[in-house]
């Protein structure tokens, strides 16, 4: 019989389900985030009208670079104050 | 369940010496342990380099220092007395009063002189007692085991589980772990880093256990996790290079003396196969990011195309036949000193110039190759690495051109008109955005390139490595020292 050591972190990843899908985004709060990378904006701004067409309130985000997981307290604002969040990569 | 929670080993009852031959208070003592067998018949002597002494005495034979690492034998000679198992007395280094009290026999050793200190036992030797700690504590191993069915493959069952590269790995035993962790002086438990991109945290003992699978010999542990240790700096920015679209993957340039003391490679074929050292450490980092940290290909690595290089990427660079400082001296790491330095690097480029016998020609000829790097549009977004061959190398010592003047003469041919960058230029898309508009740009920002010193010596070949995202907002190069 072999024995053998375990190589990898041994963690288990925690199971999180998916939030509710809002029937309307009329009135939540909407978070785009930009990851920074070039002409992401352009196709956030276009979100972000067609969002305000639907009434949603639009906060924009972005993140210091592209390169990077987004800073702990950039996850933790989005977070608190959004209740959807659409994130863009683009180029 | 430890499976080998070392069962600390019993002595015999009777007296017990443990001594070395390399030290004179053993010397020294040899009559007396002779006469105490033949007065007691219960000696029993543990010797620690030399079975074969004290002659005469059928020592045990204790090199590997088990016995002296569990009585926690700390000078020799050490004389015990052991009643039921039990350790009931001790005395260090040769006093007769001691011995006699402790052995019950009076006029022990007349010749001698009254007392004499011992020596070291070689289990507290510094160089030794992690090591010997690590591998006779038992308990000291963490991580969780996994019992194999009787069945199943040792090697199958590891692609299985998905902890492989896509090559065989080698079995992760708890023996061969341990004598892994022999390699450093570093205990087990010791957190190297959060590694990305789950930022899991590793430990010695985990890094071990991926240098094994990696194929490593115990000897390039230091060098494994000094490349961990780099990789996980928000400076090298292991993170981004893994998701990133891009080829690129950590390539591990090794200086100073470990290169030749653990046999690595900086000649023929320097980049290519052949080399256990070169090839395994490079494996060990990236295994390393995928078990540890979870960045595997198609989930957090999103490379368009990946690299051989992804598989592994280490080499040694040649300092004993450069013109130049070695690449470590040049980022700050004292001359003499073993270090590792990571760049976030694709696949390799060969620049051929078999005609270039004068300096200004040749750096001429490494600007015009540098220039299409990635893009010939395209300048400041990427770093490079140029690996020169010895014989490319010899044309600037002979002229007397330091690295540094070497580097300024590639920059100055870099300057590149802004009429050749601009998107659209000569019927080109790409290219550089407005806002950088100036009459000239360079290609490499300042630092973005690196001369390293490698190759066969056969050949007017040098190679690009070339870069990822450079800069604070990418990946910068990094330098860190190999501990042992």
Not at chain 2, 97 to 118: N, Q, Y
Not at chain 2, 143 to 168: H, K, M, Y
Not at chain 2, 249 to 273: C, D, E, F, K, W
Not at chain 2, 459 to 472: A, D, K, N, V
Request: glycine share 10%; aromatic share 4%.
């Amino acid at each position: 019989m072999t024995i053998l050591l375990d190589p990898t972190s041994e963690r288990t990843v925690a199971g999180r389900a998916l939030a509710a899908r809002p029937p309307s985004l009329k009135g939540k709060v909407v978070g785009l985030l930009d990851i920074s990378k070039p002409r992401g904006d352009v196709f956030l701004d276009r979100i972000a009208e067609r969002l305000a067409g639907e009434g949603a309130k639009v906060l924009r985000f972005a993140k210091p670079t592209y390169t990077k997981p987004a800073p702990v307290d950039l996850r933790h604002e989005i977070a608190s104050r959004c209740e959807v969040l659409i994130e863009a990569l683009a180029d | 369940m430890p499976a080998s929670a070392a069962k600390k080993p019993s002595l015999p009852d009777g007296l017990v010496a443990v001594v070395k031959r390399d030290c004179p208070t053993c010397a020294l003592v040899e009559p007396v342990l002779r006469e105490l067998q033949e007065a007691s018949g219960r000696l029993t002597v543990y010797t620690q380099d030399d079975p074969s002494f004290p002659a005469g005495l059928r020592a045990v034979d204790d090199r590997e220092l088990e016995m002296s690492w569990h009585h926690a034998i700390e000078t020799v000679p050490t004389l015990l007395r052991i009643e039921r198992g039990a350790e009931v007395g001790r005395t260090v280094g040769w006093n007769r009063k001691d011995w006699e009290a402790l052995t019950r026999v009076s006029g022990l050793g007349p010749s001698l002189p009254p007392h004499r200190p011992g020596c070291g036992s070689m289990s507290v030797d510094p160089d030794k007692a992690d090591a010997l700690a690590a591998r006779f504590s038992g308990g000291k191993i963490r991580s969780r085991r996994i019992e194999l069915a009787s069945l199943e493959d040792e090697v199958e069952s590891l692609f299985d589980r998905g902890w492989t590269d896509g090559l065989p790995v080698v079995p992760p035993t708890e023996a061969r772990v341990r004598r892994m962790l022999e390699g450093t002086r570093r205990a087990p438990d010791e957190i190297v880093d959060a590694v990305p991109p789950d930022l899991a945290p590793a430990s010695v003992e985990k890094v071990a256990i991926n240098a094994v699978l990696a194929g490593c010999k115990p000897e390039y542990l230091p060098v494994v996790l000094a490349a961990v240790e780099a990789a996980c700096t928000d400076q090298f920015n292991m993170h981004g290079v893994l998701a990133t679209t891009m080829p690129v993957g950590p390539v591990i340039v090794v200086n100073g003396p470990i290169r030749r003391a653990i046999g690595m490679n900086s000649g023929v074929n320097v980049l290519g196969q052949g080399n256990r050292a070169n090839l395994t450490i490079g494996r060990a980092l990236q295994l390393v990011i995928r078990n540890v940290g979870g960045g595997r290909p198609g989930e957090v690595d999103r490379a368009t195309h990946g690299s051989p290089g992804k598989l592994s990427f280490c080499f040694a660079e040649d300092e004993e036949g450069s013109p130049w400082e070695p690449l470590s001296v040049e980022r700050g790491v004292p001359a003499g000193a073993s270090a590792v330095t990571l760049f976030s690097g694709e696949g390799t480029r060969c620049v051929i110039d078999q005609k270039s016998r004068t300096p200004d020609s040749l750096a001429s000829t490494f600007a015009a190759n540098l220039r299409a790097l990635h893009h010939p549009k395209l300048v400041l977004a990427f770093d490079a690495m140029l690996v020169i061959g010895p014989e490319h190398a010899r044309v600037f010592r002979d002229a007397g051109w330091t690295k540094a003047r070497l580097l300024a003469e590639i920059e100055a041919r870099l300057q590149i008109p802004w009429a050749d960058l601009a998107r659209g230029a000569h019927g080109i898309a790409e290219g550089m955005p407005e806002h950088f508009r100036s009459e000239t740009l360079p290609k490499f920002r300042p630092g973005g390139l690196l001369l390293v010193h490698a190759g066969g010596t056969a050949g007017l070949f040098s190679e690009i490595i070339g870069g990822w995202q450079s800069g604070p907002g990418g990946s910068q190069p990094t330098t860190r020292e190999v501990r042992p």
